[in-house]
């Protein structure tokens, strides 16, 4: 697992797995997952991550 962040956006990156991804799925307004064709979790995109996702990242 890896996890990146980007402070211009506060967005954070969370790749769970290296595959090709099949479709994107809104969980809610900030967070998106990426699936393979079994539906697997890819990764996930949290958005406003310090503010609203409850992430220790520093800004």
């Given at each position: 697992m890896k996890?990146?962040?980007?402070?211009?956006t506060?967005?954070?990156?969370?790749e769970f797995?290296?595959?090709?991804?099949?479709e994107?799925?809104?969980?809610s307004?900030?967070?998106?997952?990426?699936v393979d064709?079994?539906?697997?979790i890819v990764n996930m995109?949290i958005?406003?991550?310090i503010?609203f996702?409850?992430?220790?990242?520093?800004s």
């Amino acid at each position: 697992m890896k996890v990146k962040y980007f402070p211009d956006t506060d967005t954070a990156y969370i790749e769970f797995k290296d595959g090709e991804v099949f479709e994107t799925k809104e969980i809610s307004e900030n967070v998106y997952i990426d699936v393979d064709q079994q539906c697997n979790i890819v990764n996930m995109t949290i958005g406003r991550a310090i503010r609203f996702g409850g992430l220790g990242f520093s800004s």
